[in-house]
T-cell receptor, first 110, second 115 residues
Framework: DAKTTQPPSMDCAEGRAANLPCNHS???????VYWYRQIHSQGPQYIIH???NNETNEMASLIITEDRKSSTLILPHATLRDTAVYYC???????????FGEGTQLTVNP | ETGVTQSPTHLIKTRGQQVTLRCSSQ?????VSWYQQALGQGPQFIFQ???????GRGNFPPRFSGLQFPNYSSELNVNALELDDSALYLC??????????????FGPGTRLTVL
């Protein structure tokens, strides 16, 4: 699975959009981009995933660049409960494991 | 629909002992993966079980072993516990169809402390 690079930490004001970047320059054609988040001492929570088209669900939007070498997770209206570590993971559908990096600690401030 | 559950929530063991952790998968899921998360780090893949067999393993020694049962629940066994085994152990379930692996849903974890 391709390696990802994320900033270690980010801050966001409550009610504003949080835009979390991820670089995955070695991504292969059959690899998806997955996003999970982990609130302190809880299990990781699945957020969204995509291959090459932008995706949106009730939690977030995922924007993948045309060359697929980077992506951005967007939380449109961040709340204090969105404070968590966000992990960007690249994984092939034929791959059984998730390879977690260090993630981005997002802190939403009141 | 019941989510992924794990037991126990917390566990304290001493070095050299053995431990068994349990996981019940989400309804409709047939695959269970186990991860170890040390303090301040991301989860690390231990192994996965599908059709009651190990289906992929991370860089963990043989004293880490597992089982999957016909109802898709799973156990993680760790023998000869070491201090470095202290961590949050996470179980994730998913649905596998052929060679396609879908998103994994995690349980709350078991916090293991080895003294």
């Amino acid at each position: 699975d391709a390696k990802t690079t994320q900033p270690p930490s980010m801050d966001c004001a409550e009610g504003r959009a949080a835009n979390l970047p991820c670089n995955h320059s070695t991504i292969s054609g059959n690899e998806y981009v997955y996003w999970y988040r982990q609130i302190h001492s809880q299990g990781p929570q699945y957020i969204i995933h995509g291959l090459k088209n932008n995706e949106t669900n009730e939690m977030a939007s995922l924007i993948i660049t045309e060359d697929r070498k980077s992506s951005t997770l967007i939380l449109p209206h961040a709340t204090l409960r969105d404070t968590a570590v966000y992990y960007c993971i690249v994984r092939a559908t034929s791959g059984s494991r998730l390879t977690f990096g260090e993630g981005t600690q997002l802190t939403v401030n009141p | 629909e019941t989510g992924v559950t794990q037991s126990p929530t917390h566990l304290i063991k001493t070095r050299g002992q053995q431990v068994t952790l349990r996981c019940s998968s989400q309804s409709g899921h047939n695959t269970v993966s186990w991860y170890q998360q040390a303090l301040g780090q991301g989860p690390q893949f231990i192994f996965q079980y599908y059709r009651e067999e190990e289906n992929g393993r991370g860089n963990f020694p043989p004293r880490f072993s597992g089982l999957q049962f016909p109802n898709y629940s799973s156990e993680l066994n760790v023998n000869a516990l070491e201090l470095d085994d202290s961590a949050l152990y996470l179980c994730a379930s998913s649905f596998t169809s052929g060679s396609s692996y879908n998103e994994q849903f995690f349980g709350p974890g078991t916090r293991l402390t080895v003294l």
